[in-house]
């Protein structure tokens, strides 16, 4: 295990197990949105995306957490294992508005510098469609994955897991 994506719907606590998870392993972690967005919420063009993902995919060892599911593919050729936090919407979408109430006015560190959280009401509306529309997606992009594929259904099975591991 030294190649490894998150994914999951946001709100499910991609980037807490992530930062749990690169704890335990002692992996360098690299977060999508840091990646994708500029100071002011500016993005990144598909191709500076792209070289950047593939920068770090070139590397020994990682972790990256985000979904940006244009990028899964490229990403699931080079990972040797996968954790998909399939949680149900209420979860994910109370998740987001926890997250938002909690750091509102203030970036995140696994934001971009310069993007402070906001209210976002096409962001929320995109999390409670998620698990509808990128869900089967993504399971099928999993199915011919190369990779050991863990699936947690809720916080609690990623919370034993990594109470599971032993720290490196």
């Given amino acids: 295990m030294k190649k490894i994506i998150i994914l999951g719907s946001p709100g499910a606590g991609k980037s807490t197990f992530s930062f749990a ?13 840091k990646m994708f967005w500029r100071e002011g919420w500016v993005n990144v063009s598909k191709d500076e995306l792209d070289a950047q993902i593939k920068d770090v995919l070139r590397k020994d060892e990682w972790i990256i957490d985000g979904n940006y599911s244009r990028t899964i593919p490229m990403r699931l050729e080079k990972c ?9 919407r209420l979860v994910c979408f109370f998740g987001v508005v926890r997250r938002v109430l909690g750091s509102l006015g203030k970036t995140r560190p696994d934001m971009a510098e310069g993007c402070p959280e906001r209210f976002d009401l096409e962001f929320l509306q995109y999390t409670w469609k998620f698990r ?13 994955a190369n990779a050991e594929i863990h699936i947690f259904r809720s916080r609690k099975e990623a919370k034993r897991y990594l109470d599971g591991m032993e720290k490196v």
Avoid: M
């Fill in 80 to 88: 040797d294992t996968v954790f998909y936090l399939d949680y149900p």
């Fill in 21 to 33: 998870l690169a704890e335990k392993t002692g992996l360098p972690l690299y977060h999508l949105d």
């Fill in 132 to 144: 509808k529309k990128q869900r089967a997606g993504i399971l099928a992009l999993l199915e011919g």
